[in-house]
T-cell receptor
Framework: GESVGLHLPTLSVQEGDNSIINCAYS??????FIWYKQESGKGPQFIID?????DKRQGQRVTVLLNKTVKHLSLQIAATQPGDSAVYFC????????????FGAGTTVTVRA | SAVISQKPSRDICQRGTSLTIQCQVD?????MFWYRQQPGQSLTLIAT?????????ESGFVIDKFPISRPNLTFSTLTVSNMSPEDSSIYLC??????????FGPGTRLTVT
């Protein structure tokens, strides 16, 4: 079946710099996408979502960009902080009425002081 | 967002035994899901827990191995039956809100020896 994947398994970022985490999805019919943050020993935490009728959505220090032409999703974190160190997952939802999510492999972000 | 708790938070079990994991939500939700996250891996959906009917299982997961109960709109259990070391994982429940956003519990860390 189709699945979501990530370009890079790890990302090292200097504190204060901006981070960009990328995600490639394969189901062109997916209509909803979510970014999650998972800290060590915890469950995934909802960060931000975007629907397929949008190409950009901003939250607090985070921006999600959606490029449906190339089936690419990215999460930008502004002024990265040590607390941003975690594994980040993108998830897609193919169109259906059952709300199932398909998760990518995850990117481990490490913030250098 | 809904507050989700899971019990136990972690356990070490012997092979051949069974463990029942509880998921409690502080509000009524229609959709509840159970995921497995193997060490260092992404999340894989096990099943959708339906209130008042049998759970809907994903490919590769069967009811005899992972029986699920959903007695009401705030509670669900997942049993991992006849465990083997390959069942060592984090088991996560999640709930869907507002027709899209999905939130996760803290997870149950299971080690099978």
């Amino acid at each position: 079946g189709e699945s979501v994947g990530l370009h890079l398994p790890t990302l090292s970022v200097q504190e204060g710099d901006n981070s960009i985490i990328n995600c490639a999805y394969s189901n062109s019919a997916s209509d909803y996408f979510i970014w999650y943050k998972q800290e060590s020993g915890k469950g995934p935490q909802f960060i931000i979502d975007i629907r397929s009728n949008m190409d950009k959505r901003q939250g607090q220090r985070v921006t999600v960009l959606l490029n449906k032409t190339v089936k690419h999703l990215s999460l930008q974190i502004a002024a990265t902080q040590p607390g941003d160190s975690a594994v980040y997952f993108c998830a897609e939802r193919p169109p259906s009425n059952d709300y199932k999510l398909s998760f990518g492999a995850g990117t481990t972000v490490t913030v250098r002081a | 967002s809904a507050v989700i708790s899971q019990k136990p938070s972690r356990d070490i079990c012997q092979r051949g035994t069974s463990l029942t994991i509880q998921c409690q939500v502080d509000s009524q939700v229609t959709m509840m899901f159970w995921y497995r996250q193997q060490p260092g891996q992404s999340l894989t959906l096990i099943a959708t827990a339906n209130q008042g009917s049998e759970a809907t299982y994903e490919s590769g997961f069967v009811i005899d191995k992972f029986p699920i109960s959903r007695p009401n709109l705030t509670f669900s259990t997942l049993t991992v039956s006849n465990m083997s070391p390959e069942d060592s994982s984090i088991y996560l429940c999640s709930v869907e809100e507002d027709g899209s956003e999905q939130y996760f519990g803290p997870g149950t860390r299971l080690t099978v020896t």
